[in-house]
């Protein structure tokens, strides 16, 4: 192949990877904003167990954690996020503590504990998007 071809393939392929669509940026954000919503999850349940009661109107607190596509404020700009619904503020007092509860930290543990797995599952859907946009089958 003539190294004029190739370079202007890669090229190609290296604009395709640069100009995402915003629904591509959001698959790939959102691939992240799942392992950390499953992280935090487990972290909930380990240090903050669901053993009294109903939970009350909003459910216990692991059970209210959930990921979306879209920013804070539900704006489809190819972010996504992972987090607390409605308990938010509970788990803020449980993660850094108030004048009579000692912060435990496990959002902010669990976030770092996650860090490299969302960014591993961001990875693949990455290379799962630009695999099909190079014509490179069901990848």
């Given at each position: 192949?003539?190294?004029?071809?190739?370079?202007?393939?890669?090229?190609?392929?290296?604009?395709?990877?640069?100009?995402?669509?915003?629904?591509?940026?959001?698959?790939?954000?959102?691939?992240?904003?799942?392992?950390?919503?499953?992280?935090?999850?487990?972290?909930?349940?380990?240090?903050?167990?669901?053993?009294?009661?109903t939970g009350g109107k909003y459910g216990?607190?692991?059970?209210?954690?959930?990921?979306?596509?879209?920013?804070?404020?539900?704006?489809?700009?190819?972010?996504?996020v992972a987090g607390f619904g409605d308990?938010?503020?509970?788990?803020?007092?449980?993660?850094?503590?108030?004048?009579?509860?000692?912060?435990?930290?496990?959002?902010?543990?669990?976030?770092?504990?996650?860090?490299?797995?969302?960014?591993?599952?961001?990875?693949?859907?990455?290379?799962?998007?630009?695999?099909?946009?190079?014509?490179?089958?069901?990848?």
């Open positions: 192949m003539d190294m004029d071809v190739a370079l202007d393939q890669w090229l190609k392929q290296v604009n395709k990877a640069a100009q995402l669509s915003i629904k591509d940026q959001e698959k790939i954000t959102k691939a992240g904003a799942d392992v950390l919503a499953e992280k935090l999850t487990e972290d909930t349940k380990a240090k903050h167990p669901d053993t009294k009661g216990h607190l692991s059970e209210d954690i959930s990921s979306s596509t879209g920013d804070i404020d539900k704006e489809h700009n190819g972010k996504s308990k938010a503020f509970v788990a803020r007092f449980l993660n850094d503590g108030t004048k009579h509860i000692r912060g435990d930290h496990f959002v902010d543990n669990a976030r770092d504990d996650a860090k490299d797995d969302v960014f591993m599952a961001e990875a693949e859907k990455y290379k799962e998007i630009i695999a099909k946009l190079n014509g490179g089958g069901d990848k």
